[in-house]
């Protein structure tokens, strides 16, 4: 049986999609109605995708008025599989059925060795080898923040690089992190301190006016230098956090030349290497881990969000020279969350049966050429990049003053109108990147080519109406 033919079988109870011609109106509903008057002020995709879900199959979902769309978000890329896959749900039944305990703190269980074994067979052997896992509160942020702690303890340093346009959660360490300044500036200060800012490898926007091998080369050049230099102003930094391919930042992906560069300028200097793959990881780029693709082993790696098979979880793995922390030097009650754990292994042995990575490369790869191909009529896609099924396609004003690599201006107007246009057609994307100009696709790893092709369908008629409604 083929890959393909497998994923479509096992997909075979999905909602039927809606019609291609159906224009969908947004009139606010009670559920929505309530929300708005009773959920914080903070609340943000209902802003854009304002929908009540009532239920979900596969890559389907449907609101409480019978809509259906297509879900090219998938939880930020928690869903894996698609929602309420036959694997996971499988799996939580078991659980369930077996009267196992639902909450376990770090007591361990045959349900959790079974997850950390499944976990640790996925990993380059080169870090399986010497890993050590921390299991920590049921969100990315806050392994990021136990990644912090497990880097500065082990090291005796305290400040930490990061990237502009990174991306690694909202609690007040991590958001210290962020490249974004937005959900910074309302913080009269942050907790987290000793963070100093890199400059990226964004191709398409080069920070030094270059792009290419030579951007890459001047990049990883200068942090050298910045590692090396007695009078750089910077003191050696407990770590070095990078996203492999950037998400929210606008899906870049790091030039692999640039990771491996990044990785020897780093171990050479004694610093440790995290790699955030909370959305990266677990097949979404074509491989198991994002970082795989060039090669390199970190010293620390961050997940969340698949890991646990649509449910909570978080884990930090590092190797074993980091792992001088004291006994309960991170801790957190929902760390034995033991449904998300049989859920993450159920969907880690299926990625594994069922080659979903290279599954996913070729959907990828085919999504891509039908955005190559609209760019021809579009002018207004610039770069259409990303690993995977991890794509982006960042929208640019054909009409503005180009920058230094000639490349037109982030068309932030045109995004927020496609995306509305998307959903009237029954497509749910997200924006990113700087502006919120890049538009996001996310879809379940198991996306067939039919439903690849439908997605590119609407996305066409929905740039084709933005663009007339300008």
């Given at each position: 049986?083929?890959v393909?033919?497998?994923?479509?079988q096992?997909?075979?109870?999905?909602?039927?999609?809606?019609?291609?011609?159906?224009l969908?109106?947004f009139?606010?509903?009670?559920?929505?109605?309530?929300q708005?008057?009773?959920?914080s002020?903070?609340?943000?995709?209902?802003?854009?995708?304002?929908?009540?879900?009532?239920?979900?199959?596969?890559?389907?979902?449907?609101?409480?008025?019978?809509?259906?769309f297509i879900?090219?978000?998938?939880?930020?890329?928690?869903?894996?599989?698609?929602?309420?896959?036959?694997?996971?749900?499988?799996?939580?039944?078991?659980?369930?059925?077996?009267?196992?305990?639902?909450?376990?703190?770090?007591?361990?269980?045959?349900?959790?060795?079974?997850?950390?074994?499944?976990?640790?067979?996925?990993?380059?052997?080169?870090?399986?080898?010497?890993?050590?896992?921390?299991?920590c509160?049921?969100?990315g942020?806050?392994?990021v923040?136990a990644?912090?702690?497990?880097?500065?303890?082990a090291?005796?340093?305290?400040?930490?690089?990061?990237?502009?346009?990174?991306?690694?959660?909202?609690?007040q360490?991590a958001?210290?992190?962020?490249g974004?300044l937005?959900?910074?500036?309302?913080?009269?200060?942050?907790?987290?301190?000793?963070?100093?800012?890199?400059?990226?490898?964004?191709?398409?926007?080069?920070?030094?006016?270059?792009?290419?091998?030579?951007?890459?080369?001047?990049?990883?050049?200068?942090?050298?230098?910045?590692?090396?230099?007695?009078?750089?102003?910077v003191?050696?930094p407990?770590?070095?956090?990078?996203?492999?391919?950037?998400?929210?930042?606008?899906?870049?992906?790091?030039?692999?030349?640039?990771?491996?560069?990044?990785?020897?300028?780093?171990?050479?200097?004694?610093?440790?290497?995290?790699?955030?793959?909370?959305?990266?990881?677990?097949?979404r780029?074509?491989?198991?881990?994002?970082?795989?693709?060039?090669?390199?082993?970190?010293?620390v790696?961050?997940?969340?969000?698949?890991?646990?098979?649509?449910?909570?979880?978080a884990?930090?793995?590092?190797?074993?020279?980091?792992?001088?922390?004291?006994?309960?030097?991170?801790?957190?009650?929902?760390?034995?969350?033991?449904?998300?754990m049989?859920?993450?292994?159920?969907?880690?042995?299926?990625?594994?049966?069922?080659?979903?990575?290279?599954?996913?490369?070729?959907?990828?790869?085919?999504?891509?050429?039908?955005?190559?191909?609209?760019?021809r009529?579009?002018?207004?896609?610039?770069?259409?990049?990303?690993?995977?099924?991890?794509?982006?396609?960042?929208?640019?004003?054909?009409?503005?003053?180009?920058?230094?690599?000639?490349?037109?201006?982030?068309?932030?107007?045109?995004?927020?109108?496609?995306?509305?246009?998307?959903?009237?057609?029954?497509?749910?994307?997200?924006?990113?990147?700087?502006?919120?100009?890049?538009?996001?696709?996310?879809?379940?790893?198991?996306?067939?080519?039919?439903?690849?092709?439908?997605?590119?369908?609407?996305?066409?008629?929905?740039?084709?109406?933005?663009?007339?409604?300008?």
């Amino acid at each position: 049986m083929s890959v393909a033919t497998s994923l479509v079988q096992d997909q075979s109870a999905r909602v039927t999609p809606a019609p291609a011609e159906t224009l969908y109106q947004f009139n606010e509903s009670p559920l929505l109605a309530r929300q708005t008057r009773q959920e914080s002020n903070a609340r943000s995709y209902p802003r854009r995708i304002p929908l009540a879900l009532k239920r979900a199959k596969g890559i389907y979902v449907e609101d409480v008025e019978g809509r259906r769309f297509i879900d090219c978000l998938a939880g930020a890329g928690t869903l894996a599989l698609g929602h309420n896959h036959a694997v996971v749900i499988e799996a939580i039944r078991q659980v369930l059925a077996d009267e196992l305990p639902l909450h376990t703190l770090d007591l361990t269980t045959p349900v959790k060795d079974q997850f950390v074994q499944d976990l640790f067979a996925l990993l380059p052997q080169g870090l399986a080898g010497e890993a050590k896992i921390q299991f920590c509160g049921p969100t990315g942020t806050d392994a990021v923040e136990a990644a912090l702690k497990l880097v500065r303890t082990a090291t005796g340093r305290s400040t930490v690089l990061s990237f502009q346009g990174g991306y690694h959660g909202m609690s007040q360490g991590a958001l210290s992190l962020m490249g974004s300044l937005a959900p910074k500036k309302p913080m009269a200060a942050l907790l987290g301190s000793g963070v100093q800012f890199m400059p990226y490898p964004y191709d398409y926007r080069c920070p030094f006016g270059l792009g290419g091998a030579q951007g890459v080369k001047v990049n990883l050049s200068y942090l050298e230098n910045l590692l090396s230099d007695p009078e750089a102003g910077v003191e050696l930094p407990a770590a070095v956090i990078v996203e492999a391919v950037q998400g929210e930042g606008g899906v870049i992906p790091a030039d692999l030349d640039w990771l491996r560069g990044l990785r020897r300028i780093t171990e050479k200097a004694g610093v440790a290497l995290i790699v955030d793959e909370i959305q990266s990881g677990f097949g979404r780029t074509g491989k198991m881990f994002a970082f795989e693709h060039a090669g390199i082993i970190p010293d620390v790696v961050v997940m969340s969000k698949a890991i646990g098979g649509s449910l909570p979880l978080a884990v930090v793995v590092y190797r074993d020279w980091l792992d001088t922390w004291l006994p309960g030097a991170h801790a957190g009650t929902f760390r034995g969350n033991q449904m998300a754990m049989a859920a993450g292994s159920a969907v880690m042995r299926y990625l594994t049966e069922h080659r979903v990575c290279e599954h996913a490369i070729a959907m990828g790869e085919r999504l891509g050429e039908h955005l190559r191909i609209l760019q021809r009529d579009f002018p207004q896609l610039g770069d259409i990049r990303g690993r995977g099924l991890m794509l982006g396609v960042e929208l640019v004003d054909p009409s503005g003053v180009p920058d230094a690599q000639g490349h037109p201006p982030i068309f932030a107007r045109l995004a927020p109108l496609v995306q509305r246009e998307c959903l009237k057609r029954g497509l749910i994307l997200e924006l990113g990147g700087r502006h919120g100009g890049v538009v996001r696709f996310l879809p379940p790893l198991v996306i067939t080519s039919s439903e690849i092709d439908q997605v590119a369908e609407i996305f066409g008629r929905a740039m084709a109406a933005a663009t007339a409604s300008l």
